[in-house]
Nanobody, 116 residues
Framework: QVQLVESGGGLVQPGGSLRLSCAVS????????MGWYRQGPGKQRESVAL???????HYADSVKGRFTISRDNAKNTVYLQMNSLKPEDTAVYYC??????????WGQGTQVTVSS
C-alpha cells in the first residue's frame, strides 16, 4: 500500500519561510515523479512544483524564484522549500507521486497559512 505523509505546514507571516516534507512508503520512490499541488480557499487544485525521477524540476510561474522542490531518494522523501511567502500562497498543500506506469497517489494534505 502506497502512503504519502506530508508535514511542515503551519502559520507564517508574509515574507517568511516554511519547508514541507512528504515521506513516501510502499513504492519504489526513486522511480516516481513527485510533485506538490495546492488548493486555496474557493480555488481549484493547481500544480506548484514537480520533480522527475531524473531530477528535472518544473515550477508554476507564481512560485518561480521563491519555491524549491527537492528529493532525497535515500530517505524516500520529497521537500518543498517555500521562501518569501505571500498571503496568496495560503492553501492546503498536497504531495503527489506518479509511477512509470502512470499510477498516481496523493497525501492527505497540510495547511499553509500566510497571514500577519
Amino acid at each position: 500500500q502506497v502512503q504519502l505523509v506530508e508535514s511542515g505546514g503551519g502559520l507564517v507571516q508574509p515574507g517568511g519561510s516554511l519547508r514541507l516534507s512528504c515521506a513516501v512508503s510502499g513504492t519504489i520512490f526513486s522511480n516516481n515523479a513527485m510533485g506538490w499541488y495546492r488548493q486555496g480557499p474557493g480555488k481549484q487544485r493547481e500544480s506548484v512544483a514537480l520533480i522527475t525521477s531524473g531530477g528535472s524540476m518544473h515550477y508554476a510561474d507564481s512560485v518561480k524564484g521563491r519555491f524549491t522542490i527537492s528529493r532525497d531518494n535515500a530517505k524516500n522523501t520529497v521537500y518543498l522549500q517555500m521562501n518569501s511567502l505571500k498571503p496568496e500562497d495560503t492553501a492546503v498543500y498536497y504531495c503527489g507521486a506518479w509511477s512509470p506506469t502512470g499510477d498516481g497517489y496523493w497525501g492527505q494534505g497540510t495547511q499553509v497559512t500566510v497571514s500577519s
